[in-house]
């Protein structure tokens, strides 16, 4: 009986139980039903920093449930959802301030771009051991580091200047000279496009403003020598710029003593525009000038760049940049003292005439990238260039050298002064050129294996028209110079025109390959470019190699070892050869014989990262040898260059480099930089030093803020460099040379921060819109120092001649405000 009772007990509680899994079956697949009837929502985009560099492993998650995920090593995220009324996506980093985005029923796929804000909190178990590790030739730099710092031309060329290696000894020129090359030796990038520069500028007043817009700005690369075969043919140096993608909408203003600046970008997901509009005047720095006079500059560029993606696989995109340069000048007057304390003579002119300059530049560029999947990319661009330039000037000075005597050593009968020299010059110049370069270009990715193969072809159509007329004539004691009895003769005369339309066809191929073994990370690059120029029907060869080793035992150290075979493609400058036809009158010819320069370089070096005072440091060492072949010689003053437009030297450039980099100051990044080179060249069997022979150079940046006001902040920048070497005019340095005195100089930039920071009151009502606000007192030439750029020649009836100095901008104050909202 009591078996029979427990066999009917668990009959019916087994019943039981399948009842009630049936009836909870049903009633779990009456809740999901209204779920299945959702639909999915697949969200993506990527997160980035104020920086607009990606975030690694920030979290993505739908606030209320445990869906989520992280961002890649891009900042790239994917995640799949379902669909509702509203969602809300919670961003979320370390270090960074929360955001949420409310999206109001989501459907199908949407693209959810998010720029996240620093905060400020107390870890004080997490800190920051090292800086991200160099692994090519190419240096990252911060585009923030460049904000605050003191800078005349406002181009991020001024912060290159304090770098190992580079050389600006011109604060009014955004130009710059690398590891003995010159300023045409170093090429630019606007993603990915070769960026050209006006051909007429003769000196850094003109030059008005750099191409590159800061404000713009998303990354910047930058290699002084050694680089891969996918940047193109120049000897020194590479400067990469990537224009940001706006991932909402931002709006910068900005004004100072030398002009302003205003961009805005806006951001749709498959659509992105950034614009950027420039103005830039000098004439308060001119003003300090030696030559007095009405100085009106007027510099004014505008910029774009918009991205339309109509899916994830491609992508158009267009840049573009206008650019309009007006230099107006009516000297007054100059006086100039220089000599020795025991040898001191002075120069003083007083002016008539006036110059006028314009230099119009229109770029534009139209790229489409396809990207099948992760592992391959196909690009095909198509740009053109446009310079209108146009130099017009008629000046005639009269002129005084006197000597003055030295009240030290001058006996009482001694003369006060004495004349050298008393005439009067007249410069001339009616000079044309118009130029044009369009280019069609298709490059390509792959990432096969753990290579990175990339390839790219390029075509270029080149139309250049110069007219050139100048002349100069110079009159001392009442005879015209040089002297030859009774005819009158000019000191040159040139007349020219030409008419150029060329081709050029290039082409690279290059691989870079990751290997990690027991020893340690090696990174592999090597490649060859390929180019032909149907003007003088040149084909050369450039291969391309480096490695970066990290040691597995110690991987604060990095070595790199760089080398390669580098050519200087000659442009229109380079190959103008200026023929005398006697008594001083001279005509350009294009001579279809040159060759391009050669470049045999070897780069090795490394950097070591170390904590110092609980702070992060690298220090950086490179030493670099170039052997020079088919040069063709050049002068330089101020900032033109006037080549021999022949192969007819050879030389070298060897050198050290060394940097510190870190933070010298908690929270603010700061360098101190130090330079030794060395280059000479051949001239007709004489070793002379070459125009850019600057053996030693110190550059130093540094931040800091008061400890109890950290709102406020200070930022110094110095350069200490050797003077550049010279020679005579019409006559070259073969003849002789002379070296100008070193450049020394420090702007100080002093900041105070009024949104931005830890303020509260920002934060609400119409202020939270503003994302910073600073105001500031920039110090140029705090030390007033009297630099040389250049030296203008005075001959007497003897044929003596003297240079005078022309000196450089002395201190200035300029006062600043920007604003981002």
Avoid at 456 to 464: C, S, V
């Amino acid at each position: 009986m009591l078996y029979h009772a427990l066999t009917q007990c668990a009959i019916y509680t087994i019943d039981m139980t399948i009842q009630h899994r049936i009836i909870l079956f049903f009633l779990l697949l009456l809740t999901a039903l209204p779920l299945m009837s959702q639909d999915v929502v697949r969200l993506k985009g990527s997160v980035i920093d104020a920086d607009n560099q990606p975030i690694e492993l920030a979290l993505v998650r739908i606030a209320g449930t445990t869906t989520g995920t992280t961002t890649n090593l891009e900042g790239r995220y994917e995640l799949k959802i379902n669909s509702a009324d509203s969602v809300v996506v919670v961003f979320s980093c370390l270090g960074y301030k929360n955001e949420e985005h409310l999206l109001k029923n989501p459907k199908g796929e949407i693209k959810l771009n998010v720029q996240l804000q620093k905060t400020s909190i107390n870890l004080n178990e997490v800190v920051v051991t090292e800086f991200q590790k160099q692994q090519g030739t190419m240096q990252k730099i911060k585009a923030s580091d460049m904000q605050l710092m003191p800078n005349t031309s406002g181009g991020i060329e001024g912060m290159l200047a304090t770098f190992a290696g580079v050389n600006s000894s011109n604060e009014l020129s955004s130009q710059y000279s690398v590891r003995g090359g010159n300023f045409d030796e170093n090429i630019v990038y606007i993603n990915g496009i070769e960026i050209y520069r006006p051909l007429l500028v003769r000196s850094g007043q003109q030059e008005g403003m750099s191409v590159i817009n800061p404000d713009l700005v998303s990354s910047i690369s930058f290699s002084s020598g050694g680089f891969s075969a996918e940047y193109g043919d120049k000897m020194s140096s590479v400067l990469d710029i990537q224009y940001k993608r706006p991932e909402a909408l931002e709006v910068s203003l900005s004004g100072s003593f030398l002009g302003a600046t205003a961009s805005v970008g806006h951001s749709t997901g498959k659509f992105t525009q950034l614009h950027g509009v420039r103005y830039h005047t000098n004439s308060t720095l001119l003003s300090s000038l030696d030559v007095k006079g009405e100085y009106n500059p007027s510099y004014f560029d505008y910029q774009t760049y918009m991205t339309y993606s109509p899916s994830e696989k491609f992508e158009v995109a267009l840049l573009g940049n206008v650019s309009i340069n007006n230099y107006q000048f009516t000297p007054f007057e100059r006086s100039t003292s220089f000599g020795t304390a025991y040898d001191t003579k002075s120069f003083t002119v007083y002016f008539d005439g006036m110059e006028r300059d314009v230099f119009e530049t229109y770029f534009g560029s139209v790229s489409a990238n396809y990207r099948p999947n992760k592992e391959n990319e196909i690009s095909l661009q198509l740009s053109a260039f446009n310079s209108n330039e146009f130099v017009s000037y008629d000046i005639s000075g009269q002129y005084w050298l006197d000597e003055l005597a030295d009240s030290g050593t001058a006996s009482e009968n001694a003369p006060t002064n004495g004349d050298l020299g008393v005439g009067t010059y007249h410069e001339h110049a009616r000079n044309r050129l118009k130029a044009s370069v369009v280019s069609v270009s298709l490059k390509g990715a792959h990432r096969i294996a753990g290579n990175d193969i990339r390839w790219g072809a390029t075509y270029n159509r080149e139309d250049i028209y110069d007219y050139l007329r100048e002349w100069e004539m110079r009159d001392s004691v009442g005879y015209t110079l040089p002297y030859e009895g009774d005819n009158i003769h000019m000191i040159y005369n040139i007349v020219s025109e030409n008419r150029l339309s060329t081709n050029r066809i290039s082409a690279y191929l290059q691989d870079t390959y990751r290997w990690r073994t027991e020893i340690g990370l090696f990174n592999f690059n090597a490649g060859v470019r390929l180019s032909y120029w149907d003007f003088n029907n040149e084909c050369i060869v450039s291969p391309r190699a480096s490695v970066t080793f990290i040691p597995e035992k110690n991987s604060n150290f990095t070595f790199r070892l760089a080398g390669g075979i580098y050519y200087q493609a000659p442009f229109y400058k380079e190959f103008r050869d200026t023929v005398s036809r006697g008594d001083n009158n001279f005509v350009v010819y294009l001579n279809d014989r040159i060759k391009s320069q050669q470049s045999i370089q070897v780069v090795a070096g490394g950097d070591y990262t170390f904590r110092a005072f609980d702070r992060p440091f690298k220090f950086s060492l490179e030493a670099y040898y170039k052997k020079l072949n088919d040069l063709i010689p050049y002068e330089a003053n101020n900032v033109k260059l006037w080549y021999s437009a022949k192969n007819e030297s050879e030389g070298y450039a060897t050198g050290v480099d060394l940097k510190l980099y870190g933070e010298f100051v908690p929270g603010t990044d700061s360098w101190l930089s130090f330079s030794l080179m060395k280059t000479e060249e051949k001239i007709n069997g004489v070793w002379v030093p070459r125009p850019t022979d600057q053996r030693y150079s110190v550059g130093i940046f540094f931040q800091d803020y008061v400890p109890k006001l950290p709102m406020f902040k200070i930022s110094l920048k110095g350069i200490i460099s050797d003077g550049l070497t010279f020679g005579s005019p019409m006559k070259g340095r073969a003849e002789g040379y002379y070296r100008a005195p070193a450049y020394k100089r420090v702007d100080m930039g002093l900041t105070y921060i009024l949104i931005g920071g830890e303020e509260q009151w920002s934060k609400y009502g119409f202020w939270r819109n503003i994302k910073s606000a600073t105001i500031g007192v920039d110090v140029f030439n705090l030390f007033d120092f009297a630099n040389v750029n250049s030296y203008t020649w005075v001959t007497d009836v003897n044929n003596v001649q003297y240079a005078v100095p022309n000196y450089l901008t002395r201190r200035q104050l300029n006062v600043r405000i920007a604003v981002k909202f």
